[in-house]
Structure formats: structure tokens, C-alpha cells
């Protein structure tokens, strides 16, 4: 069992910048896969980052690629995703997924283990 807690969500300005934290509790940090994504209000949860087990590989959805970074810190058992360019259609509950593999994965069933979300809501 992995055990993900995610932080950093909050209130922003449209044009501004968030960074949100995924720790995780995990005893070989570097051998998961580690994703994000995010649920809007009304839609479904859908795909924004990834990055491979090992830390060779990352994969961005297009509608944030070239505005969200996604990073890891495997001494810290962490992953982040830094986000800049924020725009109100990024609103949305930010979720950190996790499974151990080598490989990086968009489709979310793929993922065994799950964060509880942080709500991020950019303001025009």
C-alpha cells in the first residue's frame, strides 16, 4: 500500500503560478510511475502529467504543455508540478497517482494508488 498526500493547491490570479507536492509513503520511491490529473466540476477526470519510474521519462497533456512542469525528488519521496501560465480553464481538484512500474501511463486505470486531490481555482 502506497499512501499519497498531496499539498499546494489554492486561490490564484489567472497568469500566475502554483506548485503542488505529492508525498508519498512509499519504500522504493523510484520504482513507481507517478501522475497527475485533474477533475473539473462537471467533468471527468482526465490526464495532465507523468513521469516514468526510474525518473527517464515525462509525458504532458497538450492543453498544459509548455506551462506545467512535472519533477520528482526521490530523496524526498516527491513528486511536484509546477504550474505557470495559469488560466481559469485549469481549475479544477489536482490529484497525484502512483504505480509501480518503469513506464509512464495517461490512462488512469493504469494507476494503483491515489491522493485525496487539492483544489486549485484560477480567478479571471
Known amino acids: 500500500q502506497v499512501r499519497l498526500v498531496e499539498s499546494g493547491g489554492g486561490l490564484v490570479q489567472a497568469g500566475g503560478s502554483l506548485r503542488l507536492s505529492c508525498a508519498a509513503a512509499?519504500?522504493?520511491?523510484?520504482?513507481?510511475?507517478m501522475g497527475w490529473f485533474r477533475q473539473a466540476p462537471g467533468k471527468e477526470r482526465e490526464f495532465v502529467s507523468a513521469f516514468s519510474g526510474g525518473g527517464g521519462t515525462t509525458f504532458y497533456a497538450d492543453s498544459v504543455k509548455g506551462r506545467f512542469t512535472i519533477s520528482r525528488d526521490n530523496a524526498k519521496n516527491t513528486v511536484y508540478l509546477q504550474m505557470n501560465s495559469l488560466k481559469p480553464e485549469d481549475t479544477a481538484i489536482y490529484y497525484c497517482?502512483?504505480?509501480?512500474?518503469?513506464?509512464?501511463?495517461?490512462?488512469?486505470?493504469?494507476?494503483?494508488?491515489w491522493g485525496q486531490g487539492t483544489q486549485v481555482t484560477v480567478s479571471s
Open positions: 497517482a502512483a504505480r509501480r512500474s518503469l513506464a509512464w501511463y495517461s490512462n488512469q486505470r493504469e494507476y494503483e494508488y
Open positions: 512509499a519504500r522504493t520511491f523510484n520504482d513507481y510511475s
